[in-house]
């Protein structure tokens, strides 16, 4: 064996006899191979040093005044601080009897004398390396061990994470059920043949979920009632309906509005802000007074219905969201794109 093999199988033996001729014989086989020698003379003297160093292996003796080995060696697998410590017996005979009984109080090995140091030296070589494979297992049992708890302790979260999502779905389902019975077009009033066209164009909007959609009419006819009714009658009812009065914005914070920002981006940017059209997602955004947003304004919503994704202010990363644009404007929108205060190219898009 080379010696770095020789540095890295060495372990901390505790030799236990009462003779010193063999004590000196089992160190002049053990020193040479790199291991690390204690010494005790009696059962009670390997108790206390074994308890205190901890060895790695155990070479005993049974014969010994005072206490034997076998009641020395029932002690030490008793203990909690020594259980875990692999006991060779040493005996000068090989009847089977003894052997039994040695094994039965939780030896591994025997070595008889008179000593060969070559088989000494093998059968310590093996039960270290039995010891530090045992201790690797467990210590690789613990970590699984540990890991599994954190895996159980993740799964209980998840599942009363899902039971909370699955009881905010119940309660948003509940309220998106009452929101589409409040603002369905059960409660439009009217029986003119100019109301029955817009309901039919209502339900079929309902149903059709197309990306844009733009309202015309005077003020107070009812612009918003129509959008209500478009997303809580359609497929998008369970998600959010997200009103912005275009009208009622300052221009200063108008981009911030519709698109978010994130901190810093601007003085009192204090925290980062979800837009109009995050806060959307999934959903509707009802742009009212749409005809009164700023040009530079317009060229931005444009690119968003156009690419589907939104760039907060100070930031240079997309992000993409899935809205459904209902528009609504008194304003003669034709008249306003001659005059050049609103964008041809957004009017079809809408």
Known sequence: MSTEQTASAAGTILLVDDR?????LLRDALVPQGHRILVATSGPAALR????????LILLDI????????????????????????VVFITARDEKE????????????????????????????THLENSRLTRAVLRNNAELERQADELRAANLRLQEEIGRRERAD???????????????IEGFVGRSATIGRILEEIRQLQSA???????????????ELIARA????????????????????????????????????????????KGCFEMADGGTLFLDEVGEMPLELQAKLLRVLESGVVMPV?????????????????????????AGSFRKDLYFRL
């Open 20 to 24: 010193p001729e063999n004590l000196q």
């Open 49 to 56: 040093v074994a308890a205190g160093k901890e060895p790695d």
């Open 63 to 86: 014969v010994m005044p005072e206490m034997d080995g076998y009641e020395t060696c029932r002690r030490l697998k008793g203990d909690e601080r020594t259980c875990e410590i692999p």
């Open 98 to 125: 003894s052997l039994l009984r040695g094994f039965a109080v939780g030896g591994v090995d025997y070595i008889t004398k008179p000593f060969a140091a070559e088989e000494v030296q093998a059968r310590v070589r």
């Open 170 to 184: 119940e309660r948003l389902q509940l309220i998106s059920q009452q929101e589409a019975a409040r603002w369905g």
């Open 209 to 223: 979920d197309v990306a844009s959609i733009l309202i015309l009419g005077e003020s107070g006819t009812g612009k």
């Open 230 to 273: 478009i997303h809580f009658g359609g497929e998008r009812a369970g998600k959010p309906f997200i009103p912005m009065n275009c009208s009622a914005i300052p221009s200063e914070l108008a981009e911030s509005s519709f698109f978010g920002h994130v901190r810093g981006a601007f003085t009192g940017a204090d925290a980062g802000r």
């Open 314 to 338: 100070g930031s240079q990363k997309e992000k993409e969201v899935d809205v459904h644009v209902l528009a609504a404007t008194n304003a003669d929108l034709p008249t306003r794109i001659a």
